[in-house]
């Protein structure tokens, strides 16, 4: 049962707020995703560590001050962190979330009215994610006719037989090895589209998301995969179909989940019917205009072709006719331009939205499916009219193996690496990293950039064997990290450092923790070790669990 209180704010001036989210876990347990909502809206999404036998602790410190309008009402808290404990699973969640309210000389340009896109059921105590596909992320809305900015965010996940869309196949290809291995179809692609009233007004590429016991658990322990402890949203400036959507009426508001269905002969095209299954909400973030004005404007001129697919597949066949290998790749790009005439208090003037993003994927499976590698890579920008733009680059490779031993055991062992850099000019909905920093470490640096470039990457190997029998299984594993934070004053200049980290972890301890703020460092070694003689735990997965493919 979800977590459900009521919110009162606090009695006194805030213009930021912050949140504290501290968990303690011991004994057995996997990934789970955790969703909070303020009454249907959806204010944070995370997912947990991995916890160990001896106990674990997490702190996870995030911004908030985007929702500034929803905290300074009354509101229903709904904390969805589902669990199972039974003789397996053993690892129960003890969390604590706190809230901090302050005033700071920097408030953040918050939205005056922020309206939920989602399944609505908090009058039932429940979370209101929708489930896409089996039901229609749709709901219509009715907007202030007063506004002078909107922007939409898309919050998405893929679970169940889509955790892993990254490393699925061409639906032509997943019976190639025969039944004994499963293969997840629809293409390693998939799209993120907002429709308003049928028109497309934008869509996300998203980020592969590792949650922690994905692929080899000992990957994550304690280092945990890229945003896994709150995971990013996605944001459209809407700003050009304000002159439809202020006219008083209802409008539709509309989230598509889509990949690729081919025809096994090199031809494909866009499907929304996927996998199951992926956690989806968003939110309009309104910015309204006096009281007494009222948007109007021209219709908004929209270009989005369908994006470009080249897609490629072959196999290999032994002597006995079976197959021995399967190749396969995509690539993917689309461009999209949306622009109109909108008239406020402030007059006449032209907004706009672009996206330009690309997708490839070179996948190679051998050894009836057991085996697999894939390289792949998402670049886009995006640009609105107002000054802000984002460029992104989300790189990604993972090898992997898996062997079934006798008795029920089996083992993986893969090789990761994965990264994810952006650059990000002016804000729309959510503040940047350099915004929500302490600029308290290094008095005498500006506050005041135009922009943010942030950095991370890791690379690891892991083990894991799997004892049935035993309800239990084993791993080992080294993951390095690294990640930056600069400012950018001038795009033309070079930027400014604010915050570098690099950290290695190796079964369960930090072996090298360097840290810098503004030019300072400091180097550490921490300790998180399992007693000599003590074998390191997991609980049971499958196969399919881990990878998004296998037999079990």
């Avoid at 209180?5 to 996997?30: H, K, L, M, W």
């Avoid at 369908?306 to 689309?334: C, F, H, I, M, W």
């Avoid at 890579?377 to 193996?401: A, C, M, N, Q, R």
């Avoid at 690496?417 to 008095?443: H, I, N, W």
Wanted: glycine share 8%.
């Amino acid at each position: 049962m979800p977590f459900v209180r009521d919110y009162v704010p606090p009695e006194c001036d805030f213009n930021r707020v912050t949140i504290n989210f501290t968990v303690t876990s011991a004994g057995r347990q996997y990934d789970r995703l955790a969703l909070m909502f303020f009454n249907d809206t959806e204010i944070f999404r995370t997912s947990t560590a991995e916890p160990t036998q001896n106990g674990i602790i997490w702190t996870y410190i995030k911004d908030m001050s985007n929702y500034l309008t929803l905290f300074k009402s009354p509101q229903k808290i709904i904390f969805d962190l589902g669990n199972l404990v039974d003789d397996t699973y053993t690892g129960a969640w003890n969390t604590t979330l706190t809230a901090s309210f302050f005033t700071a000389e920097d408030g953040f340009d918050a939205a005056d009215v922020i309206i939920p896109v989602s399944a609505r059921q908090s009058a039932s105590d429940k979370p209101s994610g929708f489930v896409v596909p089996d039901t229609k992320a749709i709901n219509p809305l009715t907007l202030p006719q007063n506004v002078k900015k909107a922007v939409f965010s898309i919050s998405a996940c893929g679970q169940a037989a889509e955790e892993f869309w990254w490393a699925n196949v061409l639906s032509s290809d997943t019976t190639v090895f025969g039944n004994e291995t499963t293969l997840y179809g629809y293409s390693p692609f998939r799209e993120l589209q907002l429709y308003i009233d049928g028109m497309l007004a934008g869509v996300a590429w998203p980020f592969p998301v590792i949650f922690t016991g994905g692929v080899v658990p000992g990957f994550w322990r304690p280092v945990v995969g890229i945003d896994a402890f709150d995971l990013q949203e996605d944001e459209v400036d809407i700003s050009a179909f304000l002159p439809i959507l202020c006219d008083g009426k209802e409008h539709s508001f509309e989230i598509r989940v889509a990949g690729i269905d081919d025809d096994g002969r090199g031809n494909g095209n866009l499907t929304d019917t996927v996998g199951s299954n992926w956690v989806v909400t968003g939110k309009v973030f309104v910015w309204l205009d006096s009281s007494d004005s009222v948007t109007t404007g021209t219709v908004p001129t929209i270009s989005a072709q369908e994006p470009s697919l080249d897609l490629s597949s072959s196999v290999q066949k032994g002597g006995n006719g079976s197959v021995t290998s399967l190749d396969y790749s995509v690539k993917a790009a689309r461009k999209l331009a949306i622009s109109s005439t909108i008239e406020t208090s402030a007059g006449s003037k032209t907004v706009t939205w672009q996206q330009d993003l690309t997708f490839w994927i070179d996948g190679h499976l051998t050894n009836g499916g057991n085996d697999q590698s894939t390289s792949q890579e998402t670049t886009g920008k995006d640009v609105s009219f107002d000054g802000y733009s984002k460029s992104y680059d989300y790189p990604l490779w993972v090898i992997s193996s898996y062997k079934v031993l006798s008795g029920g055991n089996f083992t993986i062992d893969a090789k990761m690496g994965r990264g994810k850099y952006v650059q990000r000019l002016g804000d729309l909905a959510f503040p940047s990293a350099a915004e929500t920093y302490d600029y308290a470490r290094f008095p005498g640096y500006a506050t005041s950039f135009m922009g943010t470039q942030t950095n991370n990457f890791q690379n690891g190997t892991a083990s894991y064997l799997s004892a049935p029998a035993l309800k239990r299984s084993f791993g080992s594993g080294k993951t390095e990290q690294l990640y930056s934070l600069s400012g950018i004053v001038d795009p033309a200049e070079s930027n400014v450092d604010l915050y570098r980290r690099h950290i290695v972890a190796q079964n369960d301890s930090i072996i090298y923790d360097q840290e810098s703020f503004a030019g300072g460092s400091q180097i550490t070694q921490k300790s998180y070790a399992t007693p000599r003689g003590e074998t390191r735990t997991y609980a049971k997965h499958g196969i399919k669990e881990l990878l998004g493919r296998g037999p079990l």
